[in-house]
Structure formats: C-alpha cells, structure tokens
C-alpha cells in the first residue's frame, strides 16, 4: 500500500486459508516504522485505512507515537525468529513480550491495527507469520507473504542475506511445527500461544474478528 513517508506497508487480508475461510482485509496492516510519516501519508492511514491502533515492536528507547493521542498505542519490546538470545522461545522476558503482542489482536475495540518495527521484516514478520499461521494459511503462503518485504526499500536494508532471511523464518514456522501439538500448523501455534500465556478465549476471539465466509 502506499503511506506516504512509510515504507513496506501492506494489509495481511485477503489470503484463503485451509478452511476455505478468508482473512479479512481492512482489520490488520504491517509496515516499517511511521516515524517518517508524511501529511499525506497521516491522512492515508487515519482517513482511509482508519487504523485505530499503532503496535510499535521496537524498544522503548525506538518507540515514538507519530499517529497522535487519539490513535491506541501498544508498545511491545517483540522478540524475532526462533533462535538467539532475541529468539522467541530464548526466556520467559521473550515469551512474555509475545503473549502482549498477540493479545492485541484479540480485542474488537483494537481494530483496525497496523504492527510494526523499523524495517518491517524481522520483529513484524515474525508476529505476522505466527497470527497468520494462526488463521490457517499453509506454509507457502506464509513464507510468500514474508518474502513481500524484499519489494520495499526498508525491507531490504540490515547486513542479512536474503538466504539467511529466508532460513530464519523457515526456521520459526519448523520449530512450531515440529515441537507443538496439532493436526495442523494452526493447531500448533495454537498450542504454542496457550504455551506463552494467550488464552483460548482469545486465540477464539481472533479468529472470530479476523476470519470470514468467502462470498
């Protein structure tokens, strides 16, 4: 989507999962950070896309509010991928910090949201891997969705190859896969949440705002 002054922004909607169910477009956007946010780009997303709450997954210390007082803001320290000491599964600090993320997701009043961190790749990419994983998109479509970001000047900043990026994200959506219980991925990240502190109700919330019956 185009937000003038924001890099890498897109709505997560519109993918069929293995139910037939669709995501909803219009209720979730990812993006780089809003810092650099324009006029033009403000009215983009308070007018035209409404968003009503900013999840900002970066530190404290590289957390601003650029969307104003009467935008909800969320800031969440988010972990990424599933290994090294900023690994999601690293310590119960990195589990917590996850859990606040995805909590967010299971408030109606919350809606519509746009998560970032700075380039829009590592932190919100991994959170989004695992909210869609939850809503039931296959691991192609996960990883397709993840890739995206290399299309966008942000995205492909840092010193990570695109292999290397590539294998990190593989890496998360294995590492649910293979050491949580399920017959599906869905059902696996469901375990993986409740695992973390998500309860049931809200793992149920979420799927009852975001999914929807295709036409």
Excluded at 11 to 18: F, L, R, S, V
Excluded at 63 to 89: F, H, K, M, Q
Aim: net charge negative; aromatic share 10%.
């Amino acid at each position: 989507m185009d937000v003038d002054g924001v890099s890498n922004v897109r709505d997560i909607g519109g993918y069929i999962n293995e139910d037939g169910l669709r995501i909803r477009q219009g209720m979730v956007y990812r993006s780089a950070k809003l810092d650099g946010v324009t006029e033009m780009g403000m009215y983009t997303l308070l007018y035209v896309m409404g968003i009503n709450t900013d999840l900002d997954l970066r530190e404290a210390k590289d957390s601003s509010r650029p969307l104003g007082e009467d935008v909800g803001y969320v800031n969440v320290a988010c972990p990424w991928y599933s290994t090294g000491e900023n690994g999601i599964w690293a310590n119960e600090t990195t589990k917590s910090e996850f859990a606040k993320a995805i909590k967010v997701f299971a408030d109606e009043e919350n809606y519509p949201i746009i998560f970032h961190c700075a380039l829009g790749r590592d932190r919100t990419g991994t959170l989004a891997l695992v909210l869609e994983g939850l809503l039931g998109l296959d691991v192609n479509t996960l990883i397709m969705e993840y890739e995206l970001s290399v299309f966008s000047s942000q995205g492909t900043l840092g010193s990570s190859s695109y292999s290397g990026l590539r294998s990190n994200i593989l890496g998360t959506y294995n590492y649910i896969n293979n050491n949580y219980s399920g017959d599906r991925f869905s059902d696996r990240v469901a375990s993986f949440l409740i695992e973390i502190g998500v309860t049931q109700a809200e793992i149920d919330s979420i799927r009852a705002i975001m999914l929807e019956e295709v036409a």
